[in-house]
């Protein structure tokens, strides 16, 4: 039977936030790029929260915008409400969260994608990955035509035979009804991919007509917005917000859902799925925190220009009388009228151990993925991942050598080493406590971390580069200038410090030393130093952290520096770890598995101890000496 | 345990007995100035960093003002060293107590504790061993990480480790607790923690405090040779005991609670220390009860350095000796023929056809052959047949160290606090506690922060 047959550089496999990226980042790079959606009209949906951001995912927008990527951008354009969380504590987990009006932000989305040279939007569905000797060689659709690829990356999300559930009721579709990807899984499995099956859910979506807020408390956004990317002028954020709401459920919410427990799917075996624990249901943090009598619930829009209010806090698979009874039970929503139900969502992954930390498969040369299809959950960790397989999709089609974000140098890289180094059961949720070297990866020196690599990828223009060099010069330049800059115990300044709630001197010391006490502030010591030049809000933000915080930041700087050098000792595709025999068992079996590219990435498998660490090194190192003599 | 470490190193490294000469090794960048700072040489000597490398040292090693020993110490620069690194030996006079004592003075100045088999890793890595051997670098390293790690828990008192475990998830709660409140903020606040958290740390302090003056006075760690008594009922293993230890015999079984704990006792003999635990005689046997008493002595002769197997010469071997016999095989065993005073039914020929280990006639009614098993036991030991080596003491140093080292940190913790730091600053050093009480457990932190934050907090969406 003759089918259409067409020839891109790089196929993508869904278009959500892991898609999008990874189109654009292919298509900015110069390559043919075919990217597949099941719907044109759900590019860069946004089916749970109506937000982007959040606690350390806020560093992942930050860091996908250093490195050239998307999100960042449009969410600036688009949201309704922004806040900077954790202000009160340390600069490293402060964190950008945006209310998206997410009709606009798909919108938007979409917008670029449309715009992009080299870029086509096709809806159809994947069925089938084709492969040649080991090689990917493209994606046939479930129409039959063939698209040939030099790349190909899914990003499927949560539409692989996806289900959706609450009460007795289940349709197999994706969310917010949108058609499920059937046939993929297959083709998958067929290619000896190792596929799970996770869970996730969301709440339902209320009229807001039909809420009373005189019940609820008001929360607003912040005065000043910083926006989310380094390219957005800060004087274009400051618009207009809208407010979100907080209420609580009580013991008779929790009463009506103890009461009806046994018509939960969850509890009655009709989910088989694995559930994110950091996300619980309503019903979960009933029954697992049984002592608590209340728990938040937030109001929050889902844009400017509908009525319908998403509610935070009360994801449910319970029935839809069950839903209807339990939310009303809450202040405020006692006569709301429910838009769309909650209901919780299964839908396969893979097994992400399968991936090399450029996320590209070890197995078949060529298929990269991101997203949810990695076992991951969230928007900001799908375009993370998206940008990091968009970028390696390139690479590898342009004979380019692939990037790897390690975990000294971004979220991006906590995130990815995770995933496919560690066992995962539940859908991944970035988390500030996963990054150990937290102090150096902060929001605000994105920047300074990743967009050197943007620029040597070629997602960063010339300009933008030139503009983070002087940066950094200027930032080094005021530094070194407090450094050197010495007061003494003048009256002035005795005087100044007294009024900050600070001790006086007793010596001479430098402006930097003085900036070190928690208590003071850069723009404190202005009347006692006369000399400073006028600089911009960043970069003396940038100066007082450095100055501030040097002594933690020294002592992670060094951690670093071991952890660098394991992380530098590449392990050889082809090492044969039967031959190295006093490894452990466990250690053989876990390392064959995980097939770790360094003595690093090593390190972190469960089950591979210090000791079979000094063995691998030990033999590396013979190993090599040993080619070297022969050679 | 990190590789690629190049900080300073030491350990013992002669075998731990209480005669000859005993050797401190100091290696890497530091390893001089850390050995200037506690040797003391003669009126006209100069410093030892102004000193030829390949000299040896006559002088004093003194903490602060008391002379802890007389010694020769030898100055090797890299890369003419063992592990190719700047290299001192402190040669002194022999003596646990004073090979002890100088170790942690060295530790005490800058050097930390050698990991398991790390000397050696040094040495090949800096091309020190030949490539033929790496094979055996690589067994070396880890039987060494295996017998360190058995050895870190099973010299642990119960009592202790479990305190040390109580204290560490305090910590890992409260790590879970700020974590939490970092990832959810409008959900789980932190308004008057610090305060609270400073009394739990001062807690934390001082029940470091308390673990760490133990340490000194030899009440959280056991020291000395792993020694198994096995024999049939009735062959005289507690009267040979008694003759063996002498006046020197100490029960240390104060400690409740395990039954380990409460089997042992310690003797010396010739200033080896040997940790005695006697076997429940041991007997075929078919009765379920019983059964697991033999069971269990197996895995103790199993985990042992040394066993000693006493043998009734004036009865004649049966099946219950046959069954002893065939899991001594792989041990390091002496067989004490108990009873030469009687007519012998049994000699050493007949034993050693079965199992070929060395014989011993002794007498415990007559304190006979005594001085030929203390004369066996030091040989065995000088000879390093028994396997008890400076890895035992040395996992002591590090598990005394890890606990110096989660103070500090508990210290830090505090500091922060009381300097008005914000809250992530303090799980910073918490964790880097946790870590530290770990490694004195032989456990490592993995996934255990994010099951704690999960399992005990409320999140939100």
Known sequence: MPFLEEYVDVAVVGAGHAGCEASLACARLGLETAVFTVSVDSIALMPCNPNIGGSSKGHLVREVDALGGEMGKVIDRTFIQSKMLNVSKGPAVHSLRAQADKAEYSRAMRQVLENTDHLQIVQAEVSEILTEEGHVSGVRLYSGAVYHAKAVILCTGTYLRARCIYGDVSNYTGPNGLQAANHLTDSLKSLGIEIYRFKTGTPARIDGRTIDYSKMEEQFGDSRVIPFSFTTDPESVQIDQVSCWLTYTNEKTHEIIRANLDRSPLYSGVIEGTGPRYCPSIEDKVVRFSDKNRHQVFIEPEGRYTTEMYVGGMSSSLPEDVQHAMYHSVPGLEHAKIVRNAYAIEYDCINPQQLYPTLEFKNIKGLFSGGQFNGSSGYEEAAAQGLIAGINAAMEVLGRDQIVIDRSQGYIGVLIDDLVTKENHEPYRMMTSRSEYRLLLRQDNADQRLTPIGYQVGLISEERYQALKEKIRRIDEEKNRLESRMVGASREVQELLTACGSTPLKTAVSLAEILKRPEIHYKDLAPIDPSRPELPQDIIEQVEIDIKYDGYIKRQMKQVEQFKKLEGRRIPEDLDYDQIKSLRIEAVQKLKLCKPISLGQASRISGVSPADISVLLVYLEQRQTKKHVDE | ?461
């Open chain 2, 1 to 461: 345990m990190e590789l690629y470490k190049n900080d300073t190193i030491a350990a013992i490294s002669t075998a731990m007995t209480g005669s000859g000469i005993g050797i401190i090794r100091i290696s890497g960048e530091k390893s001089v100035s850390i050995a200037e700072k506690i040797f003391h040489p003669g009126k006209k000597g100069k410093k030892l960093s102004e000193q030829a490398a390949y000299t040896a040292h006559y002088g004093m090693i003194k903490d602060g003002e008391e002379i802890i020993d007389e010694v020769l110490v030898l100055l090797m620069k890299k890369p003419h060293s063992y592990t190719a690194e700047d290299t001192v030996e402190i040669h002194c006079h022999g003596g646990v107590y004073v090979m002890k004592r100088i170790l942690d003075l060295v530790i005490r100045n800058g050097a930390r504790p050698a990991d398991p088999g790390e000397f050696t890793k040094r040495a090949f890595l800096n091309g020190r061993i030949d490539l033929s051997q790496a094979e055996a670098v690589m067994d070396v390293i880890q039987a060494k990480n295996e017998y360190a790690l058995k050895s870190s828990v099973s010299q642990l008192k119960g009592s202790v480790m479990k305190k040390i475990r109580a204290l560490r998830e305090q910590v890992l709660y409260e790590i879970a607790y700020i974590e939490s409140a970092l990832d959810d903020p409008e959900h789980i606040s932190l308004e008057g923690y610090p305060q609270k958290l400073c009394v739990k740390v001062d807690n934390f302090l001082k029940e470091s405090e308390e673990l760490l003056t133990g340490a000194e006075e030899g009440r959280v760690l056991r020291e000395g040779i792993r020694t198994v008594i096995v024999g049939k009922p009735n062959v005289g293993k507690s009267s040979l005991l008694n003759v063996l230890a002498g006046d020197e015999r100490a029960i240390v079984t104060e400690i409740a609670g395990t039954t380990r704990d409460a089997l042992e006792e310690q003797i010396r003999i010739r200033g080896l220390t040997l940790n005695l635990v006697d076997t429940a005689g041991i007997r075929e046997t078919e009765d379920v009860v019983e059964r697991i008493g033999v069971d269990r002595a197996k895995n103790m002769v199993n985990e042992a350095d040394l066993v000693l197997y006493v043998v009734d010469s004036s009865s004649v071997l049966d099946e219950n000796d046959e069954e002893i016999i065939s899991f001594l095989k792989d041990q390091n065993v002496i067989v004490l023929l108990n009873k030469s005073d009687l007519p012998s039914a049994v000699n050493s020929e007949m034993i050693q056809e079965r199992l070929s280990k060395p014989v011993i006639s002794v007498s415990a009614r007559e304190e006979t052959g005594i001085e030929e098993f203390a004369d066996l036991l030091e040989k065995m030991f000088l000879e390093g047949r028994v396997s008890f080596n400076d890895e035992v003491y040395l996992t002591n140093v590090r598990q005394k160290n890890a606990m110096e080292e989660a103070k500090r940190s508990f210290e830090r913790v505090k500091e922060s606090i009381e300097a008005g730091m914000p809250e992530d600053f303090f799980s910073i050093d918490l964790m880097a506690a946790y870590d530290s009480l770990g490694q004195i457990l032989g456990e490592s932190v993995g996934e255990d922060l994010v099951n704690e934050i999960f399992s005990k907090f409320c999140m939100g969406k």
